[in-house]
């Protein structure tokens, strides 16, 4: 792991930080998991916990209840999540995502009303944007949003939702204008629990990977949202506002793989070493020993890359297609590293009972979401 993503001294020593969630998620976190698969999503006291501990929000102000740090806490953060074999907490969309949508876009008022709730844990957070017949063409987006009186009426569905079931502050895409493609989207922020009217939970999808993360179906039927939890001054932003935080999302996405590759060359050298086949480690064989090396090699390559990225995004200067480079290569990186070392671990490696098998599953999304990669590509071919 590197040491490089710290270029700022603010809030608490990256070493601590990094103490810190180590231990919470494999102590408080990791031996949960199980439940957590089985239920189809964690148990809403580990965010509490989380905001206990200080882990929310890290780069949120800290008059809104936040760290007052940088997104490289937030970084140390999600590698940790990883090394520890947690995939039930959606921390990404949580507490790297969400809050940044309120701070760039919204009121005083609304920052001090939602902020404070995110960062303690007390609230879950999520973003619906992806429709059951629309995935990373936002434009198309049919979920309308109907002024009337003091109010916005939102109808419509969404699909693929992390944090879908637990969540309490909703950002909704939705049209404010159904005759204007980018222009008529806008950004919408509801207060939701199961008892809200016009807002229903469907069912926890059952994924191949990821099984102990809540993403869900979710259903408007003239869904009331204050017109005062618009995000932005007026309606028609809510495109603009995606495009300029889903660079914020992809880095995520990288931060991500690169952990996942280095956790995977890690536990597979360790279990080549110890692995006898023929009289002798598994290690020793040529085959090992050039696998493992060319695993390592990509992996330091994505490290230094997605430094660069992080180095970057703290100073403001993360460009849109270089993001896009970022999400798209290393996620396209992590599933093959996590399959070669699966490789390595041969039948072993196709059981539950190791950690490499449910990485080889809960690596496939990265590919997907936030862009699916095939959008990646076209950014950055656009930028060209």
Known sequence: MSTALITTPEASEPAA?????????????????????????????????????????????????????????????????????????????????????????????????????????????????????????????????????????????????????????????????????????????????????????????????????????????????PAENLLGPDAGRGFVQLMEQLPNERLICAVASVAMMEHAVELTTAYTKERNIFGRPLMAMQNTRFELAECATVTRIARTFVDDCIARFLRGELDVPTAAMAKYWTSDQQCAIVDRCLQLFGGYGYTNEFPIARMFTDSRVQKIYAGANEVMKDIIARSL
């Open 17 to 225: 930080v990094r103490e810190l969630a180590r231990d919470f998620f494999t102590k408080e976190v990791a031996p949960l998991e199980s439940k957590f698969i089985e239920q189809g999503y964690p148990d809403r006291s580990v965010y509490r916990r989380a905001g206990d501990l200080g882990l929310l929000c890290m780069s949120v102000p800290e008059e809104y209840g936040g760290g007052g740090a940088t997104f490289a806490y937030e970084a140390i953060l999600f590698e940790e999540q990883i090394r520890s074999g947690d995939s039930a907490m959606q921390l990404g969309v949580h507490t790297g995502i969400v809050p940044h949508y309120i701070l760039a876009y919204g009121t005083e008022e609304q920052k001090q009303r939602w902020l404070p709730k995110l960062a303690s844990g007390e609230w879950i957070g999520a973003i619906a944007m992806t429709e059951p017949g629309t995935g990373s063409d936002l434009q198309a987006i049919s979920t309308r949003a109907v002024k009337s009186g003091d109010d916005y009426l939102v109808s419509g569905a969404k699909t693929f939702i992390s944090n879908g079931r637990n969540c309490d502050l909703l950002i909704i895409a939705a049209k404010t204008d159904p005759d204007a493609r980018a222009s008529g989207l806008s950004l919408l922020v509801a207060e939701v629990s199961d008892d809200t009217t016009g807002f229903e939970r469907g069912r926890v999808l059952d994924k191949i990977g990821q099984k102990g993360q809540d993403t869900a179906e979710l259903f408007f039927d003239n869904l009331r949202i």
